[in-house]
């Protein structure tokens, strides 16, 4: 099993930028496929991006995040990274780390480890 903790969110005013992370604890990070999901209020969890264990990178279809939001890996500090740039009031939501042993993708159900969750607040 692998815990997950994210940390980083916070309020910001739109324009500003947040670092998103996730630490790991547990089996070996880097044998784990890993995510982020964002829930804004109202809504159903989304996806944002995804980073696999050999460093593919994939990102949500949809153009609300293109070009601002980067996904990183740190496997020697065991830790997840979400760079969010050029925020928008619509980008405020619950940020989610997960992880898969085995899978890839952006459907939510491909990952079986989930943390909790840091609140990001974006103000105009």
């Known amino acids: 099993q692998v815990q997950l903790v994210e940390s980083g969110g916070g309020s910001v005013q739109a324009g500003g930028s947040l670092r998103l992370s996730c630490a790991a604890s547990g089996r070996t990070f880097s044998s784990y496929n890993m995510a982020w999901f964002r829930q804004p209020p109202g809504k159903e969890r989304e996806f944002v991006a995804a980073?696999?264990?050999?460093?593919?990178?994939?990102?949500t279809d949809s153009n609300s995040v293109k070009g601002r939001f980067t996904i990183s890996r740190d496997n020697a500090k065991n830790t997840l990274y979400l760079q969010m740039n050029r925020l928008k009031p619509e980008d405020t939501a619950v940020y989610y780390c997960?992880?898969?042993?085995?899978?890839?993708?952006?459907?939510?159900?491909?990952?079986?480890?989930w943390g909790q969750g840091t609140q990001v607040s974006v103000s105009s």
């Open positions: 980073i696999s264990r050999i460093y593919s990178t994939i990102y």
């Open positions: 997960a992880a898969s042993n085995n899978n890839f993708g952006r459907a939510y159900a491909l990952y079986n480890y």
